[in-house]
């Protein structure tokens, strides 16, 4: 295994979380890819640690569904199946619906703000062509409307649905033709939420996670 990845340390975590955090980057970003075998011995030479962090960390990736550990075999980076991204995303749209009718009523003059800050630093990464800003952006528009929906236990589903979904949505932002449509989606659901339009802002939020599941399932049998 050739790593393209070195680890970050920071005094403020434990080993175990620094390691975890760079094989999930690596794992998100695509570094590594489905299939991969990761084993501990080599995973800690590269990484200039030892194998109890490694292993630690392995397990941790394993609770979020981003490796396999196979007996006798070391682990494995995991794939998902078009059905897995189906199953996620039928739960996300149910969620983002939810999170953008909470935010009719509750965003705040500031958080609206930010909402719209937010658009302009996206349309800005899709003029410069820069995927990773895009994503990010894309991100951040979602989490002020969760944030605004004020409600703790819809977020920490909410964030990891999204982690388990980042390489696939990686994929779907390189099919250029949906990019305009994300646009319209997001300028849509702001309108919506300055009106306080509830059930309009529940029905955009669901068709914009419904457009998105077209796209990512269409980069995943186009991949390669």
């Known amino acids: 295994m050739d790593t393209k990845f070195s680890i970050e340390s920071t005094e403020y975590l434990p080993l175990r979380d620094v390691v975890f955090r760079t094989l999930r980057d690596a794992i998100l970003t695509g570094k590594l890819i489905p299939g991969e075998r990761l084993m501990e011995n080599q995973l800690a030479e590269k990484l200039g640690v030892s194998r109890t962090p490694v292993r630690e960390a392995l ?9 396999e550990l196979v007996p006798r075999k070391g682990a494995q ?3 998902m199946s078009e059905k897995d991204v189906v199953n996620i995303l039928e739960v996300r749209g149910v969620l983002e619906g939810l999170a953008t009718s909470l ?19 996206f349309e800005k990464a899709i003029e410069e062509k820069d995927l990773e800003e895009i994503a ?8 002020v409307i969760f944030s605004a929906a004020d409600n703790d236990k819809l ?8 982690l388990q979904l980042y390489r696939y949505r990686m994929a779907h932002l390189k ?7 994300i646009v319209a989606h997001h300028k849509s659901i702001i309108r919506a939420i300055e009106n306080h339009e509830t059930e309009e802002g ?3 939020a669901q068709g914009h996670v419904k457009y998105h599941t077209e796209f990512i399932l269409r980069a995943m049998r186009n991949k390669g």
């Open 59 to 67: 397990r941790m990736l394993a609770l979020e569904n981003l490796v």
């Open 77 to 79: 980076v995991l794939d």
């Open 103 to 121: 935010a009719c009523k509750k965003m705040t003059p500031e958080q609206a703000a930010e909402l719209k800050n937010v658009e302009e630093k």
């Open 136 to 143: 990010e952006q894309d991100e951040n528009f979602h989490r």
């Open 155 to 162: 977020i920490q589903i909410f964030n990891n649905l999204q």
């Open 175 to 181: 099919i250029d033709a949906s990019i305009p449509a």
């Open 202 to 204: 529940m029905a955009l």
